[in-house]
Nanobody
């Protein structure tokens, strides 16, 4: 079992930046990869960024060049640095851990970008 807690969301003006954090606890040794998803009202949850156990990363086309996923010095922390934010980035952002192909979810953190 893994527990995930996100933090760092908030209200920011378009063009601004935010950094989201995700702290994992429990059986962190079993985590294969970490991901950030987001869900805007009335829309399906979408994958935003992925980081594998080896550190390789991938991003949704809509955030490439603006968002960066990274790990902290502690193996149980993952960040999402979000720059040049746009109103369409407004959503609840969720941290997810993949263990043997099954996702575990945090509670989500709201990001609101005003125009």
């Amino acid at each position: 079992q893994v527990q995930l807690v996100e933090s760092g969301g908030g209200l920011v003006q378009a063009g601004g930046s935010l950094r989201l954090s995700c702290a994992a606890s429990g059986s962190i040794f079993s985590i294969n990869a970490m991901r950030w998803y987001r869900q805007a009202p009335g829309k399906p949850r979408e994958l935003v960024a992925h980081i594998s156990r080896s550190g390789s990363t991938s991003y949704a086309d809509s955030v490439k060049g603006r968002f960066t996923i990274s790990r902290g010095n502690a193996e149980n922390t993952v960040y999402l640095q979000m720059n040049s934010l746009k109103p369409e980035d407004t959503a609840v952002y969720y941290c997810s851990a993949l263990i043997l192909g099954s996702p575990y979810w945090g509670q989500g953190t709201q990001v609101t970008v005003s125009s």
